[in-house]
């Protein structure tokens, strides 16, 4: 593992490259066609909704911005129930901002829940468990872990949850946007995966003992954290102004920010001469230009069984949701449906393998993917 020592972005205009190696420039397949499935609203109203989780009953979570958790229950009954999260701050990309259940939620009935805390000037990336009940939604909020350095921005959190069993987690942390060197300082939380038990502990045997929260390092703003039945971890994140990836992440390793990118700044500056560094991990995948990705799921279920272990991802500025599709050597890409076009910020698959996409914005809701009935 390499760590590259922070430098500031480079500003002249005459070392910037044409980055063509963008397989979302191409006109691309629609992976299910028009007649094999059904699209159904399941809520309506929603308000800056950031993550939807489908519960071991059924039950459907959808946790949102200002605190709000939405419950629907098989019957499709929807009920609402406001969290006092300690220091909430909703500003930019901030709020509530994913949950999991535990690994022992059947003897606990507790939940994972990240969310940004703080004000203008200060604020981080906290992780919480509370105690739920479809009766009276998320109580008994404990900390579990936080990130050892707050920010002045409102952005870039990360914050996706991740299960790895016996009680371990991951959770992805952004760069800040304005700290993009923090992805290479050890000493730093952000621009990370990290790796942490329920009861806030650093994982054993860490990669790296001297900083033993840390998983993995060099993410700008890592979005969609799954892992697929063979216990491999996948990621998505979003790049600059292009340089959207997906990575398959290892513990110990080095993703690259802001050594190597395949975009360059908002600016048009060039970020980084390299977009390939020894001791760096390459994308799997990369989109130039950005359809800047909000989360990922892999499919299993028996609804569309032409789905099952591919991934779908979900993209905000491409309105889109996508079906990747990996054979060990190279991962590509086609559109998963055609009917739906807007901003998706989440995207889950239910106990009879429906796909629930959920849209952004302050008038979102909930969609339900159907195969067609025969």
């Known amino acids: 593992m390499k760590v590259f020592k922070p430098f500031k972005p480079l500003l002249l205009a005459s070392l910037m490259v044409l980055i063509s190696t963008s397989i979302n420039a191409k006109t691309l397949e629609t992976f299910l066609s028009g007649d094999e499935y059904t699209i159904g609203v399941v809520v309506e109203n929603l308000a800056f909704p950031k993550s939807i989780e489908v519960m071991p009953d059924g039950n459907i979570l959808i ?68 105690l739920y009940s479809p009766e009276n939604g ?12 707050a920010k002045d921005t409102p952005v870039h959190y990360g914050a996706k949850l991740l299960s790895l069993g016996n009680d371990i987690y991951l959770v992805t942390s952004g760069d800040g946007f304005d700290y993009r060197e923090d992805a290479q300082r050890m000493t730093s939380h952000m621009g990370k995966v990290l790796g942490f038990t329920i009861n806030g502990s650093p994982l054993d045997n860490p990669p790296f ?13 890592p979005q969609g954290l799954v892992k697929t039945e063979k216990g ?26 802001p050594v190597v990118t ?3 700044d908002y600016s048009g500056a060039l970020i980084s001469p390299f977009n390939t560094y020894t001791g760096m991990e390459d994308p799997l995948l990369n989109w130039t230009p950005s359809i800047a990705p909000s989360s990922m799921a892999v499919y299993q279920g028996n609804a569309f069984p032409q789905l099952n272990e591919k991934f779908i991802v979900t993209a905000l500025k ?24 807007t901003r998706l910020r989440d995207v889950a698959i239910d106990l009879n393998g429906d796909i629930l996409l959920l849209t952004d914005g302050e008038q979102a809701k909930l969609i339900r993917i159907s195969p067609t009935k025969m």
Not at 138 to 149: A, R
């Open 209 to 221: 003992p001297e900083h033993p929260f840390i998983f993995s390092l060099g993410h700008r703003n």
């Open 262 to 264: 395949l975009g360059v």
């Open 318 to 341: 491409a309105q889109r949701a996508f079906v990747i599709s990996n054979d060990g050597i190279k991962m590509t890409e086609q559109l998963l449906l055609d009917k739906v076009k």
């Open 63 to 130: 946790a949102q911005r200002d605190g709000e958790l939405v419950l629907i229950n098989k019957s499709k009954e929807q009920k609402r129930f406001s969290i006092t999260f300690p220091e909430l701050y909703t500003k930019g990309q901030g709020g509530w901002l994913d949950v999991i259940p535990t690994n022992n939620f059947d003897v606990t009935s507790r939940l994972l829940l990240s969310y940004s805390k703080g004000v203008d000037d200060n604020n981080k990336l906290v992780v919480l468990s509370g």
């Open 232 to 257: 491999v971890i996948y990621l998505n994140e979003h790049g600059p102004d292009g340089g959207d990836e997906i990575n398959r992440v290892s513990r110990g390793k080095n993703y690259g920010w």
């Open 138 to 149: 998320i109580t008994d909020l404990k900390p579990v872990f936080e990130v050892n350095k």
